[in-house]
């Protein structure tokens, strides 16, 4: 069965930086489009970031020129570096594979995946 593994997270200081990883097992990883989902403390949870099998990258606005996405289909890992974080950042990462249809389909609900992984604390604070 399919499992994916979050790592990386961690508390930093404001306009510090964070890379997560992920890693897939049990799938074919490279046939599946990849997403960063985030859910902070007392409010809804947060699509942050996808990256199709083609590589094609997507954000959302609050961390466009932030945060960086990226795939080692080569390692089955998805990473997502992320800088000069701010304590708006905080939450658990999680990360979510879909099998492509060719376009990217991503959002905040874990149901729209066919992956989901258990999450790493990120917490942004002086």
């Known amino acids: 069965e399919g499992q994916l593994v979050e790592s990386g997270g961690g508390l930093v200081q404001p306009g510090g930086s964070l890379r997560l990883s992920c890693a897939a097992s049990g799938f074919e990883f490279d046939k599946y489009d990849m997403n960063w989902v985030r859910q902070a403390p007392g409010k809804e949870s947060e699509w942050v970031s996808g990256?199709?099998?083609?590589?094609?990258?997507y954000y959302t606005d609050s961390v466009k020129g932030r945060f960086t996405i990226s795939r080692d289909n080569a390692k089955n890992t998805l990473y997502l570096q992320m800088n000069n974080l701010r304590p708006e950042d905080t939450g658990v990462y999680h990360c979510?594979?879909?099998?492509?249809?060719?376009?990217?389909?991503?959002?905040?609900?874990?149901?729209?995946?066919?992956?989901w992984g258990q999450g790493t604390q990120v917490t942004v604070s002086a």
């Open positions: 979510a594979g879909r099998r492509s249809i060719g376009t990217l389909v991503a959002g905040k609900d874990q149901a729209l995946y066919h992956y």
């Open positions: 990256i199709d099998r083609r590589a094609e990258t």
